[in-house]
């Protein structure tokens, strides 16, 4: 198999983040104007390179953090593997201090290994992995393709991320993310490494004027 260049950006923020309500791949929100200046920064950065391809899930969040790659005429593909995982009962609603214990409970439960357990009426993380693989594996075959920018969500990154570097999803946790950061990752033929890890340099001036206001 060729080597691969692969950008994995999480979309924009959105109103519910802004606001504290679980998303999910139940809720498809649109970027609000801080999302969309975080949209356009990026492109700033990154539209010198020679992205042969831009994936996104089929949620909104994600195609309009990376429209202006499209708009540049970039060939684009939507793929329902790549949503971010179901938070089931749990989508749409404000994450109150017994949502938040629940929540946590939750995330403490996948760290010791139980990640066959699901969101009350979502998904687990074993799961999202069984209806991501082939949409990753769809994209690796793409041996035409060289350099892609894909962009997904906080905990589908995390599970892709373990899936690619060989971790246990027990260990998603330890890739941390933000709205619109980068993670580069290299495919050597035989192997995933990370070169850029949860990289927000390029907001780096929406940073110091969001502080500000």
Known sequence: MNTKKIYIVRHGQ???????????????????????????AFFRTYKQVAFDKVYTSVLKRTIESVTHFIDAGIPHEKL???????????????ITPDEDAYYHHML??????????RIEGGESPEEVLIRMKPAVDHIMKQTHESTVLICMHGRAIRILLCHLLNYPLKSMDMFEHENVCLYLVNFTGSMFSIERYNDTTHLAELKQVSSVV
């Open 14 to 40: 959105t109103d519910f983040n802004l606001r504290g309500i679980v998303q999910g791949s139940g809720v498809d929100s649109s970027l609000n104007d801080f999302g969309k200046a975080q949209a356009k």
């Open 80 to 94: 329902a593997g790549l949503n971010e995982i179901s938070w089931g009962k749990k989508e749409g609603q404000p």
């Open 108 to 117: 403490e439960r996948w760290r010791i290994g139980e990640t066959n357990l």
